[in-house]
Antibody, heavy 120, light 107 residues
């Protein structure tokens, strides 16, 4: 059973860069056929898709965040990562990683989520 | 960007009652509409994909219908464990987007 686990800094200062990693276990990120996404949810609010990466390394970012987002994959460690630069309080959220089949892009597996607070 | 709207925002329901949640897309998305359930302090779980295909392990009381711009999630005979927020999500075009959610509370 494939599982996803987010990790990273829970507290980031304004203007700095948020960095998170999603470890994939029970399966290989290099197997193909899937996209690997980051999704966030501000406290008490809805879900916002940030972007995804394929095992090949190709990416697509939400235009609303594109100028600040980088998603990368490390096949040797079976993980993918998110970097969000120039953060503000508006970036405070629970950040989820999730997998979707490339055929339908329905998110069938999610990580448990990690809370990131932007504060000085 | 495709905008999804959901109604109602909130619904308080008694057990065994039928629940209907609608999701409307700002333009036609075919059947590329998926439904998720999120309980407090948990990550979302996929219920229905492609408008009407039940995901593995999802109880049969959950069903979906619709195509184009109008979609429905139905919960037949609501159980207490179904208290949650339900989100629709479209994958017809990038960026992927979600509806604002419908919170279902148990009376």
């Amino acid at each position: 059973q494939l599982q996803l686990q987010e990790s990273g800094s829970g507290l980031v200062k304004p203007s700095q860069t948020l960095s998170l990693t999603c470890a994939v276990s029970g399966g290989s990120i290099s197997s193909g056929g899937y996209s690997w996404s980051w999704i966030r949810q501000p406290p008490g609010k809805g879900l916002e898709w940030i972007g995804y990466i394929y095992h090949s390394g190709s990416t697509y970012y939400n235009p609303s965040l594109k100028s600040r987002v980088t998603i990368s994959v490390d096949r040797s460690k079976n993980q993918f990562s998110l970097k969000l630069s120039s953060v503000t309080a508006a970036d405070t959220a629970v950040y989820y990683c999730a997998r979707a089949h490339v055929g339908d892009h329905a998110f069938d597996i999610w990580g448990q989520g990690t809370m990131v607070t932007v504060s000085s | 960007e495709i905008v999804l709207t959901q109604s109602p925002d909130f619904q308080s329901v008694t057990p065994k009652e039928k629940v209907t949640i609608t999701c409307r897309a700002s333009q036609s998305i075919g059947s590329s509409l998926h439904w998720y359930q999120q309980k407090p302090d948990q990550s979302p779980k996929l219920l229905i994909k492609y408008a009407s295909q039940s995901f593995s392990g999802v109880p049969s009381r959950f069903s979906g219908s619709g195509s184009g711009t109008d979609f429905t999630l139905t919960i037949n005979s609501l159980e207490a464990e179904d208290a949650a927020t339900y989100y629709c999500h479209q994958s017809s075009s990038l960026p992927l987007t979600f509806g604002p959610g419908t919170k279902v509370d148990i009376k």
